[in-house]
Protein backbone atom coordinates (compact mmCIF):
# COMPACT_ATOMS: atom_id res chain seq x y z
CA UNK A 1 0.00 0.00 0.00
CA UNK A 2 1.84 3.31 -0.94
CA UNK A 3 0.85 6.11 1.67
CA UNK A 4 0.86 9.85 0.62
CA UNK A 5 3.80 11.28 2.02
CA UNK A 6 1.85 13.88 3.66
CA UNK A 7 1.06 11.38 5.85
CA UNK A 8 4.29 10.87 7.26
CA UNK A 9 4.22 7.09 7.35
CA UNK A 10 0.84 6.48 8.97
CA UNK A 11 -2.72 6.12 7.23
CA UNK A 12 -5.49 5.85 10.07
CA UNK A 13 -7.61 3.81 8.28
CA UNK A 14 -10.04 1.26 9.42
CA UNK A 15 -9.23 -0.72 7.12
CA UNK A 16 -7.30 -4.29 7.13
CA UNK A 17 -4.80 -5.21 4.66
CA UNK A 18 -3.82 -8.36 5.97
CA UNK A 19 -0.18 -7.32 5.14
CA UNK A 20 2.67 -10.31 6.17
CA UNK A 21 4.25 -7.86 8.37
CA UNK A 22 2.26 -6.13 11.36
CA UNK A 23 3.35 -3.37 13.61
CA UNK A 24 2.03 -3.02 17.40
CA UNK A 25 1.53 0.30 19.89
CA UNK A 26 1.23 -1.09 23.07
CA UNK A 27 -0.56 -0.22 25.85
CA UNK A 28 -1.42 -0.93 29.90
CA UNK A 29 -4.11 1.14 31.21
CA UNK A 30 -3.77 5.07 28.93
CA UNK A 31 0.22 4.65 28.94
CA UNK A 32 2.28 3.13 26.29
CA UNK A 33 5.00 0.52 26.48
CA UNK A 34 7.96 1.39 24.24
CA UNK A 35 10.25 -1.39 23.39
CA UNK A 36 14.08 -0.82 24.31
CA UNK A 37 17.31 -2.78 24.01
CA UNK A 38 17.81 -3.15 20.23
CA UNK A 39 20.85 -0.20 20.21
CA UNK A 40 18.18 2.81 19.39
CA UNK A 41 16.03 4.78 21.31
CA UNK A 42 13.14 3.71 22.57
CA UNK A 43 10.46 2.81 20.13
CA UNK A 44 6.92 3.68 20.45
CA UNK A 45 6.08 1.00 17.64
CA UNK A 46 7.37 -2.35 17.01
CA UNK A 47 7.87 -4.95 15.15
CA UNK A 48 5.42 -7.89 15.98
CA UNK A 49 8.78 -9.78 16.82
CA UNK A 50 9.73 -7.10 19.72
CA UNK A 51 6.17 -7.35 20.89
CA UNK A 52 5.95 -11.11 21.00
CA UNK A 53 6.69 -11.68 24.86
CA UNK A 54 3.47 -9.00 25.42
CA UNK A 55 1.06 -11.52 23.40
CA UNK A 56 0.64 -13.18 26.73
CA UNK A 57 -0.74 -10.45 28.16
CA UNK A 58 -2.89 -9.10 25.77
CA UNK A 59 -6.64 -8.42 26.73
CA UNK A 60 -7.63 -6.78 23.17
CA UNK A 61 -6.29 -6.23 20.02
CA UNK A 62 -7.59 -4.16 16.66
CA UNK A 63 -5.82 -2.53 13.60
CA UNK A 64 -5.69 1.54 14.09
CA UNK A 65 -4.28 1.41 10.40
CA UNK A 66 -1.25 1.39 8.06
CA UNK A 67 2.37 2.09 9.22
CA UNK A 68 5.10 2.24 6.52
CA UNK A 69 2.60 0.20 4.30
CA UNK A 70 1.63 -2.46 6.52
CA UNK A 71 -1.10 -3.37 9.39
CA UNK A 72 -0.89 -1.88 12.82
CA UNK A 73 -2.74 -3.07 15.92
CA UNK A 74 -3.07 -1.87 19.22
CA UNK A 75 -2.72 -4.34 22.04
CA UNK A 76 -4.57 -3.65 25.34
CA UNK A 77 -2.51 -5.36 28.02
CA UNK A 78 -2.35 -6.53 31.26
CA UNK A 79 -0.83 -4.94 34.13
CA UNK A 80 1.02 -8.14 34.51
CA UNK A 81 2.83 -7.17 31.05
CA UNK A 82 4.76 -4.46 32.89
CA UNK A 83 6.98 -7.23 34.59
CA UNK A 84 8.35 -8.11 30.84
CA UNK A 85 12.28 -7.23 30.11
CA UNK A 86 12.78 -4.98 27.25
CA UNK A 87 9.88 -2.53 27.70
CA UNK A 88 9.71 1.07 28.79
CA UNK A 89 6.67 2.54 30.42
CA UNK A 90 5.61 5.96 29.78
CA UNK A 91 2.57 8.41 30.62
CA UNK A 92 0.81 9.37 27.19
CA UNK A 93 1.50 12.79 27.93
CA UNK A 94 5.19 12.20 28.21
CA UNK A 95 5.03 10.40 25.01
CA UNK A 96 3.22 12.92 22.89
CA UNK A 97 5.69 15.89 24.24
CA UNK A 98 8.52 14.57 22.39
CA UNK A 99 7.05 12.97 19.50
CA UNK A 100 7.34 14.09 15.93
CA UNK A 101 4.12 13.82 14.29
CA UNK A 102 3.66 10.48 12.72
CA UNK A 103 4.42 9.11 15.96
CA UNK A 104 1.97 11.78 18.04
CA UNK A 105 -0.61 11.00 15.53
CA UNK A 106 -0.46 7.56 16.22
CA UNK A 107 0.03 6.81 19.95
CA UNK A 108 -3.15 9.47 19.91
CA UNK A 109 -4.89 7.11 17.98
CA UNK A 110 -4.04 4.01 19.98
CA UNK A 111 -5.37 5.38 23.24
CA UNK A 112 -7.94 7.30 21.94
CA UNK A 113 -9.96 4.04 20.59
CA UNK A 114 -8.95 2.05 23.18
CA UNK A 115 -10.63 4.07 25.29
CA UNK A 116 -13.55 4.70 22.99
CA UNK A 117 -14.26 1.11 22.81
CA UNK A 118 -14.04 0.91 26.56
CA UNK A 119 -16.51 4.05 27.56
CA UNK A 120 -19.11 2.33 24.94
CA UNK A 121 -19.60 -1.17 25.70
CA UNK A 122 -23.40 -0.44 25.99
CA UNK A 123 -26.08 1.08 23.85
CA UNK A 124 -27.10 4.81 24.89
CA UNK A 125 -30.86 3.87 23.86
CA UNK A 126 -31.79 0.36 25.21
CA UNK A 127 -28.71 -0.72 26.92
CA UNK A 128 -27.81 -3.91 25.71
CA UNK A 129 -24.21 -4.73 24.26
CA UNK A 130 -22.72 -2.99 21.52
CA UNK A 131 -20.98 -5.31 19.06
CA UNK A 132 -17.60 -4.49 17.16
CA UNK A 133 -18.39 -3.80 13.27
CA UNK A 134 -15.92 -5.93 11.44
CA UNK A 135 -15.76 -3.32 8.51
CA UNK A 136 -14.88 -0.09 10.11
CA UNK A 137 -14.22 1.35 13.72
CA UNK A 138 -18.20 1.38 15.39
CA UNK A 139 -19.60 -0.34 17.84
CA UNK A 140 -23.31 -0.98 16.38
CA UNK A 141 -26.36 -2.08 19.08
CA UNK A 142 -28.41 -4.62 16.53
CA UNK A 143 -31.35 -4.23 18.59
CA UNK A 144 -32.13 -1.01 18.21
CA UNK A 145 -29.66 -0.29 14.39
CA UNK A 146 -27.49 2.27 16.14
CA UNK A 147 -23.85 2.41 15.09
CA UNK A 148 -21.62 4.36 17.74
CA UNK A 149 -18.29 6.08 16.50
CA UNK A 150 -15.29 7.46 17.98
CA UNK A 151 -16.32 10.65 18.90
CA UNK A 152 -14.28 13.81 18.53
CA UNK A 153 -14.87 16.90 20.15
CA UNK A 154 -13.08 20.21 18.06
CA UNK A 155 -11.85 22.98 20.83
CA UNK A 156 -9.96 26.32 20.13
CA UNK A 157 -6.79 27.73 21.03
CA UNK A 158 -4.91 30.48 20.50
CA UNK A 159 -2.26 32.81 20.87
CA UNK A 160 -3.74 36.20 21.89
CA UNK A 161 -1.32 38.98 20.40
CA UNK A 162 -0.53 42.38 20.92
CA UNK A 163 2.20 43.90 19.24
CA UNK A 164 5.64 41.97 20.05
CA UNK A 165 3.32 40.37 23.05
CA UNK A 166 1.72 37.51 23.59
CA UNK A 167 -0.71 36.67 26.71
CA UNK A 168 0.02 33.86 28.19
CA UNK A 169 -2.38 32.25 31.60
CA UNK A 170 -2.09 29.74 34.24
CA UNK A 171 -5.15 27.63 35.03
CA UNK A 172 -5.79 27.42 38.84
CA UNK A 173 -4.79 23.63 39.02
CA UNK A 174 -1.70 24.48 37.64
CA UNK A 175 2.17 25.13 39.23
CA UNK A 176 2.83 28.93 39.51
CA UNK A 177 5.17 28.80 37.06
CA UNK A 178 3.33 27.55 33.89
CA UNK A 179 1.62 29.15 31.57
CA UNK A 180 0.17 28.34 27.84
CA UNK A 181 -2.30 29.70 25.48
CA UNK A 182 -6.03 30.28 25.55
CA UNK A 183 -8.25 27.66 24.87
CA UNK A 184 -11.73 25.92 25.55
CA UNK A 185 -14.32 23.14 23.39
CA UNK A 186 -16.68 24.56 20.86
CA UNK A 187 -20.41 24.43 22.34
CA UNK A 188 -23.14 23.32 19.99
CA UNK A 189 -24.32 25.68 17.44
CA UNK A 190 -21.03 27.47 17.74
CA UNK A 191 -18.48 28.19 14.84
CA UNK A 192 -14.86 28.08 15.47
CA UNK A 193 -14.40 31.59 15.32
CA UNK A 194 -17.44 32.35 17.63
CA UNK A 195 -16.30 30.09 19.93
CA UNK A 196 -12.69 32.07 19.75
CA UNK A 197 -14.60 35.25 20.78
CA UNK A 198 -16.29 33.94 23.26
CA UNK A 199 -13.79 31.96 24.94
CA UNK A 200 -11.16 35.19 24.97
CA UNK A 201 -13.86 36.88 26.58
CA UNK A 202 -14.99 35.15 29.20
CA UNK A 203 -11.55 33.58 30.20
CA UNK A 204 -9.81 37.36 30.37
CA UNK A 205 -12.27 40.36 28.81
CA UNK A 206 -10.39 40.98 25.78
CA UNK A 207 -12.18 41.34 22.43
CA UNK A 208 -9.71 39.83 19.11
CA UNK A 209 -9.81 40.37 15.95
CA UNK A 210 -7.41 39.50 12.58
CA UNK A 211 -8.01 35.73 13.26
CA UNK A 212 -5.59 32.94 11.26
CA UNK A 213 -5.84 29.35 11.54
CA UNK A 214 -2.48 27.77 12.11
CA UNK A 215 -3.48 24.18 12.19
CA UNK A 216 -4.65 21.16 13.97
CA UNK A 217 -3.91 18.59 16.03
CA UNK A 218 -5.61 15.47 18.14
CA UNK A 219 -5.33 15.72 21.43
CA UNK A 220 -6.15 12.34 23.28
CA UNK A 221 -7.53 13.58 26.56
CA UNK A 222 -9.77 11.54 26.03
CA UNK A 223 -10.68 12.66 21.96
CA UNK A 224 -10.16 16.24 21.52
CA UNK A 225 -9.21 18.35 18.15
CA UNK A 226 -7.17 21.31 18.62
CA UNK A 227 -8.03 23.66 15.84
CA UNK A 228 -5.04 26.38 16.46
CA UNK A 229 -5.01 30.29 15.61
CA UNK A 230 -3.31 33.47 16.22
CA UNK A 231 -5.33 36.02 17.19
CA UNK A 232 -4.83 40.07 18.16
CA UNK A 233 -6.29 41.86 21.06
CA UNK A 234 -8.21 44.74 20.61
CA UNK A 235 -7.04 46.46 23.42
CA UNK A 236 -4.00 45.03 26.27
CA UNK A 237 -6.44 45.87 29.13
CA UNK A 238 -7.69 42.46 30.56
CA UNK A 239 -9.27 40.73 33.62
CA UNK A 240 -9.10 37.09 34.42
CA UNK A 241 -12.43 35.01 35.00
CA UNK A 242 -10.76 33.81 38.22
CA UNK A 243 -12.01 30.51 37.43
CA UNK A 244 -10.55 28.97 34.17
CA UNK A 245 -7.74 31.49 34.60
CA UNK A 246 -5.89 31.96 38.19
CA UNK A 247 -3.37 34.51 36.39
CA UNK A 248 -2.30 35.70 33.09
CA UNK A 249 0.68 38.34 32.04
CA UNK A 250 1.56 39.61 28.32
CA UNK A 251 5.23 38.51 27.69
CA UNK A 252 7.74 39.94 24.87
CA UNK A 253 8.63 37.80 22.39
CA UNK A 254 12.28 37.32 23.91
CA UNK A 255 11.33 36.95 27.05
CA UNK A 256 8.51 34.51 27.51
CA UNK A 257 7.49 32.11 30.62
CA UNK A 258 10.39 29.60 32.17
CA UNK A 259 7.77 27.12 31.08
CA UNK A 260 5.87 26.72 28.20
CA UNK A 261 4.53 24.19 25.68
CA UNK A 262 6.75 22.09 23.66
CA UNK A 263 6.56 22.46 20.24
CA UNK A 264 5.31 19.14 19.60
CA UNK A 265 2.03 20.43 20.95
CA UNK A 266 -0.14 22.52 19.34
CA UNK A 267 -0.11 25.54 21.55
CA UNK A 268 3.95 25.24 21.32
CA UNK A 269 3.23 25.55 17.24
CA UNK A 270 1.66 28.73 18.04
CA UNK A 271 3.88 30.06 20.28
CA UNK A 272 6.60 29.18 17.84
CA UNK A 273 4.21 30.93 15.37
CA UNK A 274 4.26 34.23 17.18
CA UNK A 275 8.16 34.70 18.38
CA UNK A 276 9.29 33.65 14.27
CA UNK A 277 6.72 36.62 13.19
CA UNK A 278 7.96 39.10 15.71
CA UNK A 279 11.59 38.78 15.54
CA UNK A 280 10.56 39.06 11.49
CA UNK A 281 9.06 42.28 12.61
CA UNK A 282 12.36 43.17 14.70
CA UNK A 283 14.52 42.35 11.65
CA UNK A 284 12.51 44.13 8.60
Known amino acids: MSIPSALDGFHASSILLNSKKRWIVAAVAGDLLLA????????LVMSEEQADTLRYFREQRFCIGQWQGDDCEVWDLLPEALKCDGFLKLELRSVLMQSPDPYFSIASRAVQLLDWRKKHQFCGQCGKANQIAETEHALICDSCSIRQYPRISPCVIVAVTH?????????????ENRFSTLAGFIEAGESAEQALHR???EEVGLEIQNIRYIGSQAWPYPGQLMLGYLAEAKTENFVVDGVEIAEAHWFKYDDLPSVIAPPTIMAGRLIQQFVREAEGRIAD
Not at 36 to 43: D, L
Open 36 to 43: TGYGVEPQ
Open 163 to 175: GDRCLFARHPNWP
Open 199 to 201: EVF
